[in-house]
């Protein structure tokens, strides 16, 4: 299978699960995909999905045969969609903002194969951020260091992100970025898994 990402923390996933993975990074404009998805009245809960497909397709077409795996995660609170901080100043920003508050995390894959989306599944994860005051929340951002800015919403839950939080209403492997049980459960389905 093909994973089409550039994340090590998803091909890290499905290779710890036992599914050998060759990953190439998607020639995609996200934030156009974004914009033409949420300008048609998409809602911004269903822009992962969007882009999972968009990424998957992209590879596929051009690998005849095999299979594709595209995915993609989003942030929303209150309606409102983060994307991974450009500095450590967006960071600062962005934590504020999800500071005391509950955001979601929607996590999507699609599968594809010569050029079309055979399968695809998102789940969602409610994300509950404790109150945090303006100096912890800037000794998080210099000690997380490339973190910060790696990751829509300016964390890491497996690393020191977790201190942000006072609960978590989904799992861990969507946070991380991918339904995988979902997934594993659609490659049963098609026979691509025992």
Known sequence: MVLASG?????????????PIEA????VDERAFE???LDGGGEASGVAATLAAAKALAVSRGMPGRWVLGADQTLTCEGIAFHKPADENAALLQIAALSGKRHELTSAFALARDGVVIRNGSRQVGMFMRE???GFIERYVTEAGPAATASVGGYQI???GAQLFSGIDGDHFTILGLPLLDLLAALRELELLA
Request: aromatic share 4%.
């Open 158 to 160: 497996e690393g020191l």
């Open 7 to 19: 994340s090590a923390t998803r091909r890290s996933m499905l290779e710890n699960a036992g599914l």
């Open 132 to 134: 945090l005051d303006a």
């Open 24 to 27: 190439i990074r998607p020639e």
């Open 35 to 37: 914009a033409d998805f």
